[in-house]
């Protein structure tokens, strides 16, 4: 495992095979039940969307772009600005994919770098990941109970480029689920289930302060205690994929070791 998850209510979880039949039996519903979700608002917000739109863009497509290739996962944690300038100072393969999390695209973009997917719920500055959308990243959003209104304002705006729409649930024609729960997580879960070669973590702190890109606006306390048990679910799901073999590391441990 890549994270202490000992006394994690999730623990328990990290062994089990990485099925889509186990997230929903296992997993979905002791999220539900510690973070006190309804699951029907999340079956409501994704029928709802999915009345008018369906991903235009193919997970084969997707598991060609992806598979047996190192894919760098860049989160907005409050390290994220120094880990990503070391990457690109670093970087010396054509062949790597970049993953963005949700407002870390913001950041990428103000170096000139557009990555290669987006992973968001458009919590994040929206503009710079449509913008990111039209310079040839594909968009993989997502759809849960809390984000329905910004989900039916914005899909209209990202319907000429690629883009794949995600559910939690039970996925209906036209989505897809790729296991995971936060922006960040769900990332490392579609790179292990599109069989990534290597998978390398920039900006995931995961701790009790997040960075400047992750959220419009400071959180207040009972805000960053939710986020905090969001973060307890991550690390586990990690966990999760390192547990099923893909291989993951901290990027700051891999500069480290060069």
Same mark, same amino acid.
């Given at each position: 495992?890549?994270?202490?998850?000992?006394?994690?209510?999730?623990?328990?979880?990290?062994?089990?095979?990485?099925?889509?039949?186990?997230?929903?039996?296992?997993?979905?519903?002791?999220?539900?039940?510690?973070?006190?979700?309804?699951?029907?608002?999340?079956?409501?917000?994704?029928?709802?969307?999915?009345?008018?739109?369906?991903?235009?863009?193919?997970?084969?497509?997707?598991?060609?772009?992806?598979?047996?290739?190192?894919?760098?996962?860049?989160?907005?944690?409050?390290?994220?600005?120094?880990?990503?300038?070391?990457?690109?100072?670093?970087?010396?393969?054509?062949?790597?994919?970049?993953?963005?999390?949700?407002?870390?695209?913001?950041?990428?973009?103000?170096?000139?770098?557009?990555?290669?997917?987006?992973?968001?719920?458009?919590?994040?500055? %929206?503009?710079? =990941? +449509?913008?990111? &959308?039209?310079?040839? @990243?594909?968009?993989?959003?997502?759809?849960? *109970? /809390?984000?329905?209104?910004?989900?039916?304002?914005?899909?209209?705006?990202?319907?000429?480029?690629?883009?794949? %729409?995600?559910? =939690? +649930?039970?996925? &209906?024609?036209?989505? @897809?689920?790729?296991?995971?729960?936060?922006? *960040? /997580?769900?990332?490392?879960?579609?790179?292990?289930?599109?069989?990534?070669?290597?998978?390398?973590?920039?900006?995931?702190?995961?701790?009790?302060?997040?960075?400047?890109?992750?959220?419009?606006?400071?959180?207040?306390?009972?805000?960053?205690?939710?986020?905090?048990?969001?973060?307890?679910?991550?690390?586990?799901?990690?966990?999760?994929?390192?547990?099923?073999?893909?291989?993951?590391?901290?990027?700051?441990?891999?500069?480290?070791?060069?």
């Amino acid at each position: 495992m890549i994270f202490n998850t000992k006394e994690s209510k999730f623990n328990k979880y990290e062994g089990h095979d990485f099925t889509l039949n186990n997230w929903l039996t296992h997993w979905y519903p002791q999220i539900c039940d510690y973070l006190d979700l309804d699951s029907q608002m999340d079956v409501a917000s994704l029928e709802t969307i999915m009345k008018e739109y369906s991903s235009n863009y193919s997970e084969n497509d997707l598991k060609l772009k992806l598979q047996d290739k190192d894919v760098f996962i860049l989160a907005p944690g409050i390290y994220m600005e120094k880990e990503f300038d070391e990457y690109l100072h670093h970087k010396t393969s054509k062949e790597e994919i970049l993953i963005c999390i949700d407002g870390a695209t913001s950041y990428a973009i103000s170096k000139n770098i557009i990555p290669d997917i987006i992973v968001t719920d458009f919590d994040g500055k %929206i503009e710079d =990941q +449509i913008s990111a &959308l039209e310079q040839g @990243s594909i968009l993989v959003v997502h759809s849960h *109970g /809390d984000n329905l209104n910004t989900l039916k304002k914005h899909l209209p705006e990202i319907v000429s480029g690629n883009f794949i %729409i995600t559910t =939690q +649930i039970n996925p &209906l024609p036209g989505s @897809s689920n790729f296991l995971g729960f936060t922006d *960040g /997580d769900r990332a490392v879960c579609l790179a292990t289930m599109m069989s990534a070669k290597r998978v390398f973590l920039l900006g995931f702190d995961l701790g009790p302060s997040i960075g400047p890109y992750s959220k419009p606006s400071p959180l207040d306390p009972i805000q960053m205690e939710r986020k905090t048990k969001k973060f307890e679910v991550a690390k586990s799901v990690v966990n999760w994929c390192v547990n099923n073999g893909q291989r993951i590391y901290f990027y700051k441990n891999q500069t480290k070791s060069n």
